[in-house]
């Protein structure tokens, strides 16, 4: 088939009376830190199943972290979740992802599929900043330092300079006023130095902003400040006391382009910050749908009804405009008509922006038991530590498919930044990959037990680069990929028989291969009949005959062309064209 042709691939019919279920594929961080929400993107495809309910599960080899169900309507469906989970044990895990409740499927080989994560033991960093000291970041603050994974900073202005109180390792704060040096050696500063300094200021991991004048905020910091978010991966968490004229996120202030919200300006009136709180009807729940988010896998598995046990909250929340694109609700005022939002999220570059327009959930905890005290920790805990999720090192490293058959490639990919976290458009890196784990362990694994990797850049996307390594005996894989002799970054492979009794196959494959057929102006044809191959191929245009007329062809040429060669000749005797003359002196 030339280049430029079409290419169609028919998959064998099916009967589409006989159910089937598919995990397409799960995406999940190569790394997390222990004890923070993990969140597992799960596609999942659903055959056969009309009016049945799927479950799906997040298992950690253990138990079930976390499981969503799911009514099926239609006789082919294809699905997306967010599972959210808190996996505790540090070092590489292996987390499985399946799908059940379907009676008579002919086969079970694709209802799950399995990933590898790296658990880091170490704390998470906070920053918190704020123009003066409220009772909100207050609460937020105490709800967060429970959590003996998180480590909070806070800055804010308590005399003429603003000042950064730093927590030292016996948990005792550090001020200004004290000599007492702090976990990190570097004992108290000004928030100019947090902010000024790039390098300080990427060490957080996720940064909690309360009500912030924006005259407070250079344009230089500001810049800082989206950088963080967008090329860091930190997390921005703002809080709704900001719903005030002059503040950090107005149209016109130097964070508004990070906000997952449109906050009119009929809201932002308010010169304190306060305004009325009155009411006490409203009720934060999960939206409809975000049960199993991340944000709230501190709550178990019914955090609505966790959250109802707590203080109602007052009116005064921030009544937001329109969300910005791939933004979602993902909490609501469950006791009005309207659902209004009451915390909303998005993705920005590399890391997270979540808005929380209620500016008093000080009040989740006012006169509540001990045990309710630590269900609205858990909910602080829980949605600042998804938002700062996307906070990473420099480089990191991880296999597109963490199981492949003997004899196939795995395929990895690497990412690395410079210290100024810009993408390495090029880099000296040295891949090896050595068997880590034998699959008949006590085995000497001999000759092919180390492999070189060789990495190229992805000329797509800039700060990636790519390998492809055949691993040739089974067992689990430790690759390392050493950027420029600085930092080094690992991931795990596991290579598996191919008599499927080590995992199911990866049903992804399909997706890059219809991928690839789409790119070359093609499909795929997934049940092989005629009407899904006519959908793929389009329907073909009406053929219209065009009738030339091509003179030299005709066969009455044969008796014309004598009699114009007869008439020529008689022509030319007329006019003495063919006459000779000679000369006298020839003649005699």
């Known amino acids: 088939m030339l280049p430029s042709g079409r290419v169609v691939a028919v998959t064998p019919p099916r009967d589409p009376a006989v159910p089937d279920l598919s995990v397409l594929s799960v995406q999940l961080p190569a790394r997390a830190a222990s004890g923070s929400p993990v969140e597992a993107i799960a596609t999942i495809r659903a055959r056969g199943a009309a009016g049945r309910k799927v479950v799906v599960t997040l298992s950690d080899g253990a138990r079930v972290a976390r499981s969503v169900s799911r009514d099926i309507a239609g006789p082919d469906e294809t699905f997306t979740l967010a599972l959210g989970a808190i996996l505790q044990s540090a070092g590489w895990q292996?987390?499985?992802?399946?799908?059940?409740?379907?009676?008579?499927?002919?086969?079970?080989?694709?209802?799950?599929?399995?990933?590898?994560?790296?658990?880091?033991?170490?704390?998470?960093?906070?920053?918190?900043?704020?123009?003066?000291?409220?009772?909100?970041?207050?609460?937020?603050?105490?709800?967060?330092?429970?959590?003996?994974t998180i480590r909070v900073d806070y800055a804010t202005s308590v005399?003429?300079?603003?000042?950064?109180?730093?927590?030292?390792?016996?948990?005792?704060?550090?001020?200004?006023?004290?000599?007492k040096p702090s976990s990190t050696g570097a004992g108290p500063a000004s928030l100019r130095a947090v902010l000024g300094d790039e390098r300080r200021l990427f060490g957080y991991d996720a940064i909690v902003l309360g009500p912030l004048d924006a005259a407070a905020l250079p344009e230089a910091d500001a810049a800082r400040v989206v950088r963080f978010v967008d090329s860091r991966g930190g997390g921005l968490v703002v809080l709704g006391g900001n719903a005030f004229a002059g503040s950090a996120i107005t149209a016109s202030g130097p964070l508004a382009k990070l906000l997952p919200v449109e906050i009119p300006a009929s809201r932002l009136g308010r010169a304190d910050g306060q305004g009325d709180e009155a009411g006490g009807s409203v009720e934060l729940v999960p939206?409809?749908?975000?049960?199993?988010?991340?944000?709230?896998?501190?709550?178990?598995?019914e955090p609505a009804t966790a959250l109802r046990l707590l203080q109602k909250?007052?009116?005064?929340?921030?009544?937001?405009?329109?969300l910005a694109a791939g933004a979602e609700a993902i909490a609501v005022d469950g006791a009005s008509a309207n659902r209004a939002p009451l915390v909303v999220a998005q993705r920005f570059g590399a890391g997270r922006v979540t808005f929380v327009a209620a500016p008093d959930t000080w009040r989740l905890s006012v006169g509540a038991t001990a045990e309710l005290e630590d269900v609205?920790?858990?909910?602080?805990?829980?949605?600042?530590?998804?938002?700062?999720?996307?906070?990473r090192e420099r480089s990191r490293l991880w296999a597109e498919r963490t199981a492949v058959s003997t004899g196939a490639p795995a395929r990895l990919i690497l990412e690395a930044r410079a210290a100024d976290w810009s993408a390495l458009a090029a880099a000296r890196i040295e891949g090896r990959a050595v068997l880590e784990s034998p699959?008949?362990?006590?085995?000497?694994?001999?000759?092919?037990?180390?492999?070189?990797?060789?990495?190229?850049p992805d000329v797509v996307d800039p700060g990636r680069f790519v390998a492809s390594a055949v691993l040739p005996l089974p067992g689990t894989?430790?690759?390392?990929?050493?950027?420029?002799?600085?930092?080094?970054?690992?991931?795990?492979?596991?290579?598996?028989?191919?008599?499927?009794?080590?995992?199911?196959?990866?049903?992804?494959?399909?997706?890059?291969?219809?991928?690839?057929?789409?790119?070359?102006?093609?499909?795929?044809?997934?049940?092989?009949?005629a009407e899904a191959l006519l959908e793929t191929l389009g329907?073909?245009?009406?053929?219209?005959?065009?009738?030339?007329?091509?003179?030299?062809r005709g066969i009455w040429w044969a008796f014309v062309l004598p009699l114009l060669f007869a008439g020529e000749a008689f022509l030319r005797r007329r006019s003495g064209a063919d006459s000779v003359e000679v000369a006298d002196s020839q003649l005699g």
């Open 313 to 322: 909250l007052g009116n005064a929340y921030v009544k937001v405009g329109a």
């Open 539 to 552: 329907t073909p245009a009406t053929a219209e005959a065009i009738e030339t007329i091509r003179p030299a």
């Open 477 to 529: 894989w430790l690759v390392t990929a050493e950027i420029d002799g600085r930092e080094t970054a690992t991931a795990r492979v596991e290579v598996v028989t191919d008599d499927g009794s080590a995992g199911a196959p990866d049903p992804s494959t399909e997706a890059a291969a219809a991928t690839a057929l789409a790119a070359r102006g093609g499909g795929l044809v997934r049940d092989g009949s």
């Open 287 to 301: 939206a409809d749908g975000f049960s199993a988010h991340p944000a709230f896998a501190m709550l178990g598995d």
């Open 376 to 391: 609205s920790a858990k909910f602080w805990t829980g949605l600042v530590g998804w938002t700062a999720a996307g906070a």
């Open 439 to 456: 699959l008949e362990t006590g085995t000497d694994p001999g000759p092919g037990s180390t492999v070189d990797v060789r990495f190229v």
């Open 159 to 179: 005399s003429r300079e603003a000042v950064v109180d730093v927590r030292a390792a016996d948990g005792e704060t550090v001020s200004a006023g004290k000599a």
């Open 94 to 148: 292996k987390v499985t992802v399946g799908a059940a409740g379907v009676t008579g499927e002919v086969s079970l080989a694709d209802n799950r599929l399995e990933r590898w994560i790296e658990l880091e033991p170490g704390q998470r960093r906070i920053l918190f900043v704020e123009s003066a000291p409220s009772w909100e970041v207050k609460f937020v603050r105490r709800a967060l330092e429970k959590d003996q």
